[in-house]
């Protein structure tokens, strides 16, 4: 199984709701990751995960808030958003993320995203 | 903080013919990698290129890589229709952090 699958695929949210993505892989990686990306723009990373523990917050607001679960799926709770955070939100999965020294991001395998609004 | 950027920001030819993208960066890095999006979906990793490697073939895909000049291209041969994608690339700064360039899309003609 080589893919990364994501629910839901749309999510439509008012702002004081709370929601959450979920994302799950069964290929044995070991490092995850959450990615936002804005309309006809690149995506931009938002946090590692690496061994189920967080490795790398790209100073994302407390809004949002990622957890790992197990080695195979990763959240991303979602609480008192803003229009601006409408996006499409994407997760990946690597083999591994290093903790030291070269290779630290290696070839990422991505899931179809959720595309998010919020009212 | 913007790393990669992507020349052109857009690009159409015709199928058959040969497509050229280039990306350039700014700090040093330990690899530089390729995916494709197509239209609003997940990105498909293409290729992946480490500092000490200059060029790497994958099918109809050449990339090559210069640190001197801190730039790679993307060369896709014989295009085709279904090759019509956003194509990114990305860069490892030594685990500073991974960024994407802005992309170039490509519009393949039939």
């Known amino acids: 199984d080589t893919e990364v699958t994501q629910t839901p695929k749309h999510l439509v949210m008012g702002m004081t709701n709370k929601k959450s993505l979920k994302c799950e892989q069964h290929?044995?990686?070991?490092?995850m990751y959450w990615y936002k990306q804005k309309a006809k723009k690149p995506p931009e990373l938002m946090f590692v995960?690496?061994?189920?523990?967080?490795?790398i917050n790209e100073s994302v607001p407390s809004r949002f808030s990622p957890e790992c679960p197990n080695s195979s799926l990763l959240n991303l709770h979602l609480h008192a958003l803003q229009p601006e955070d409408s996006a499409l939100y994407l997760c990946?999965?690597?083999?591994?993320?290093?903790?030291?020294?070269?290779?630290?991001?290696?070839?990422?395998?991505f899931g179809p995203g959720t595309r998010l609004t919020v009212l | 903080s913007q790393q990669g950027e992507e020349d052109p920001q857009a690009l159409s030819i015709q199928e058959g013919e040969n497509a050229t993208m280039n990306c350039s960066y700014k700090?040093?890095?330990?690899?530089l990698q390729w995916y494709r999006q197509n239209s609003g979906r997940g990105l498909v990793h293409l290729i992946l290129i480490r500092s000490n490697e200059r060029e790497k073939h994958s099918g109809r895909l050449r990339v090559t890589l210069d640190t001197s000049k801190k730039s790679s291209s993307l060369l896709i041969t014989a295009s085709r229709a279904a090759d019509t994608a956003s194509y990114f690339c990305?860069?490892?700064?030594?685990?500073?952090?991974?960024?994407f360039g802005p992309g170039t899309r490509l519009s393949v003609l039939p």
């Open positions: 990305a860069t490892d700064n030594y685990g500073q952090n991974f960024v």
């Open positions: 995960y690496s061994y189920e523990k967080l490795s």
């Open positions: 700090t040093s890095i330990n690899n």
């Open positions: 290929m044995g990686h070991r490092a």
């Open positions: 990946a999965s690597s083999q591994d993320v290093a903790t030291s020294g070269a290779s630290k991001y290696n070839e990422q395998f």
